[in-house]
């Protein structure tokens, strides 16, 4: 799983995977909106509100490479089955 949505309040949102250091900074460029991650490991995952404060292009990159980092931590038969897809 790299992604996990969710609705708070009627608010959309999505639960992503980052390195730490990125969780934090992403936590810190967008108070509010990017927080910890809700019933996650919250070291090494994201809960994005999407409202809109995040520019589409800077989601788009936080979905992407949160689908890498599960990518990464799959068994060498799983990759090989999914490579295709990428």
Do not use: C
Request: hydrophobic content about 35%.
């Amino acid at each position: 799983m790299f992604a996990l949505f969710g609705y708070s309040n009627d608010i959309p949102s999505v639960n992503l995977k980052a390195v730490p250091e990125e969780a934090y900074m992403q936590r810190e460029q967008y108070p509010g909106t990017v927080l910890p991650g809700y019933h996650m490991n919250k070291r090494h995952w994201n809960t994005v509100v999407l409202n809109g404060r995040v520019p589409e292009a800077v989601l788009h990159q936080m979905i992407d490479d949160s689908y890498l980092l599960v990518h990464q931590g799959l068994p060498k038969r799983e990759k090989d089955q999914i490579t295709g897809y990428i």
